[in-house]
């Protein structure tokens, strides 16, 4: 990955002022206006290996000055008035070229700064990360700026900030997608002239100076908002429109790329249907969960809850209503059970409750209560008849009832499925769920 660390040295600066010196002497012994190049040609690539941008100036500054104290040192004769006119040449010859000298390291700059946010985006596996790399690269792309990036939330169609520097700005937490002329037109839109053409609506007191906002689109959408601002009275005036154009473009293919994997996360750990986490997450979950307490020497509780009459609600009333019913019954078990439970849908009428760092009694209790939550939604549902659903469940904990997630599991499951076939509406205590060596022969 690219580092961008600027560490201050001491020693470019300390030749500088030696060979200034010593110039400034040689000018003295032959003042014929060739000392001040020779300075310059002898001081730029000092500048330039520091890799600071105001030594560069200095060495200019440098020139210039002593060029000014030459002619004020200088006795008034027609001959060193010309050499001294020779200088004055030099003098700008020198601050051309800083200038050219300035744009090209800037390029290389930001350049290199376009580069490390890309490989930062690349690194990142969330849309957090993300947002805090572009807000520790962003005031370094736009030192004269304040920059913001903004996100489109479906389906109201609001605008809400995501990133901003160099500080949040609490004047604006959200506006309307029509308040901003780019998200409009899906072009960018940018305002040099604050007395000219028509602002957006979303500009926060006290106004800038000037602004740019660009579009970020994904697959032909608007998905988010771009923004630099320019402070009024701040130099230098003018908005690098390429540069933003370029960090956008960028922030707009990580932002799409990180969205869609985490689309693709949520459809491999979650049940479409009522948005809990299915059975491979759960899976997963159980064995790390059962490690964690293996080291601590906690116990972790298993509830597999199996729903009955899932099957006449689907056949009388079509598969709509039964989906409608798994949603709710997923939100019920959810709001009942702790912060560190794992709710998820293990089986077509199945749902299974982990709970981490649990006790015999206290899984108990929560199936009980689960149980109890589940009857109280069957009575309220009016789609069947009183005694169409029952609710059978099967308990298991580690380690009584294994050494391992999965046998713990096995061991609620078969609990659950003995109590469905006694009749259903029970609740029973697995048994050992670890395999037993199968005879041979």
């Not at 402070?231 to 390429?242: E, L």
């Not at 109590?419 to 029970?426: E, N, W, Y």
Request: with cysteine; hydrophobic share 45%; glycine share 8%.
């Amino acid at each position: 990955m690219t580092v961008l660390t600027e560490q201050p040295c001491l020693w470019p600066r300390v030749a500088m002022v030696v060979i200034a010196t010593g110039i400034l002497l040689l000018d003295q012994v032959t003042p014929s206006g060739v000392a001040i190049p020779l300075l310059y040609a002898a001081l730029v690539p000092i500048a330039l290996w520091s890799h600071h941008d105001s030594d560069l100036l200095l060495a200019a500054i440098t020139c210039t000055g002593l060029t000014g104290l030459g002619f004020a040192l200088s006795p008034p004769d027609p001959a060193m008035r010309v050499a001294l006119a020779n200088r004055a040449i030099a003098v700008m010859a020198i601050w051309a070229v800083t200038g050219l000298a300035l744009r090209r390291r800037r390029r290389e700059k930001t350049g290199e700064l376009l580069t490390h946010l890309d490989e930062l985006l690349q690194a990142c596996l969330t849309t957090e990360e993300a947002c805090e790399a572009i807000r520790r690269v962003g005031p370094r792309l736009f030192p004269a700026e304040l920059g913001s990036l903004w996100a489109i939330r479906q389906p109201h169609k609001t605008v809400e900030p995501i990133a901003q520097w160099p500080t949040a700005n609490p004047g604006v937490r959200e506006f309307a997608t029509t308040a901003c002329y780019a998200l409009r037109s899906s072009r960018t839109y940018f305002v040099e002239d604050m007395q000219v053409g028509p602002l957006c609506n979303h500009l926060a007191t006290p106004m800038p100076a000037s602004y740019l906002c660009i579009p970020l689109i994904t697959r032909g959408e608007a998905t988010g908002l771009f923004h630099l601002s320019h402070p009024a009275g701040r130099f230098p005036a003018k908005i690098d429109q390429k540069l933003a154009a370029a960090a956008a473009a960028r922030i707009a293919l990580a932002m799409a790329n990180l969205r869609l994997r985490e689309e693709l996360y949520t459809l491999s750990v979650r049940d479409l249907i009522t948005g809990l986490f299915n059975r491979r997450y759960m899976e997963e979950s159980l064995e790390r969960e059962v490690h964690r307490a293996a080291r601590h020497q906690r116990k972790v509780g298993v509830i597999v809850l199996d729903l009955d009459g899932l099957q006449y609600l689907n056949q009388r009333f079509g598969r709509e209503s039964g989906d409608a019913w798994l949603r709710e019954a997923g939100r019920t078990l959810q709001q009942a059970v702790r912060g560190s439970d794992i709710v998820s849908r293990s089986g077509a009428e199945a749902f299974t409750i982990i709970m981490p760092d649990t006790t015999s009694a206290g899984t108990l209790q929560r199936a009980d209560q689960l149980r109890a939550g589940l009857k109280e939604l069957m009575a309220q549902h009016q789609a069947a008849p009183s005694g169409a659903f029952h609710c059978s469940l099967g308990l298991s904990l580690f380690p009584d009832h294994g050494s391992s997630g999965q046998a713990v599991l096995r061991a609620a499951e078969a609990a659950s499925k003995r109590a469905k076939s006694g009749g259903g509406d029970r609740m029973l205590i697995g048994e050992s769920g670890e395999e037993r060596p199968r005879p041979i022969g």
